[in-house]
């Protein structure tokens, strides 16, 4: 068996690594996509052999699909994803999972409603190093969890009226670079050390003058007594996507995240390890999905993941 999926969005990103997941899987079949732009979605659908839907609200009501991944701007996942639930369609939705916590509680609604599977692209959920860690922690190696950190910086300033404008209008995206790509780093702490206690935060527009800002520092205090920092920003010009993790018997560090080398220190020395995520970072998540589907189990990053990612960044939002 294998899924039939119906892709919304058709951007760069999903044509690198979504589409291409969905198309190789051996539990997956790409069968329909969906784009506002004609041009555009001809193309696609041709290069990938699919039906092109010009309204995706066709597409999710079609029974050419069983399943659809929503890559669409953030402000468009609720309605998109509360309607294919609807329509019995499966939902595996591009991260952030919504604009605040309380479309993430009618979504996840939703589809238990309609008894469909409903996940989150927090991909970085599925990085080797990230299980390591996570191994670490749970078997006690480097002891108790007293500070995680992470850091993740990337200049951003897209041209007006690009494909990416719309990350920079708080209507459309629900805020700047912690919205954005900070909220994988949320994920990955409440995957490591548990749930929160409160969540807070600092914002501010140090090198641009636009409507969302450029840097955020958000502090968080789980319920362990762990506590955990995260930097995001546009303003740096040197990008970084680290993460540390400090514990009362050693320490673990992931200088870039996506390179999956590891330190691990502790009293007997440092040891380095490499433990590289696949060549599409889409792949474990997509394939997890489906197998979810077809053994109808949750999938590992579910909506009530998605959720408390969600209800982090109202916090650090204040919404």
Known sequence: MSLRWGLIGCGDIVRKRVAAALSKGSKCKLTAVSRARKELLIDFARDYEASPF????QMVASDEIDAVYIATPVHLH?????AAAQHGKHVLCEKPMAMSGSQCEEMVAECKQAGVKLGVAYYRHFYPVIRRVRTMIEAGTIGKPVLARAEAFERFDPREGGDRAWLLDPELSGGGPMMDFGCHRIEILLHLLGPLNSVSALHSNIHFDRRVEDTTTAT????SGTQGVIVASHAPVQSRDSFHLFCTDGSAHIDVLNSGKLRVAGPQGTVEETHPPPANLHQPLIEDFAEAVLEDRPPRVDGNAGRAV???LDQIYSR
Do not use: L, N, P, Y
Request: proline share 0%; charged share 25%.
């Open 54 to 57: 010009g309204d995706w609200r």
């Open 78 to 82: 609720a309605e998109q994803a509360i």
């Open 220 to 223: 968080f205090m789980f319920r």
């Open 310 to 312: 969600s209800a982090a």
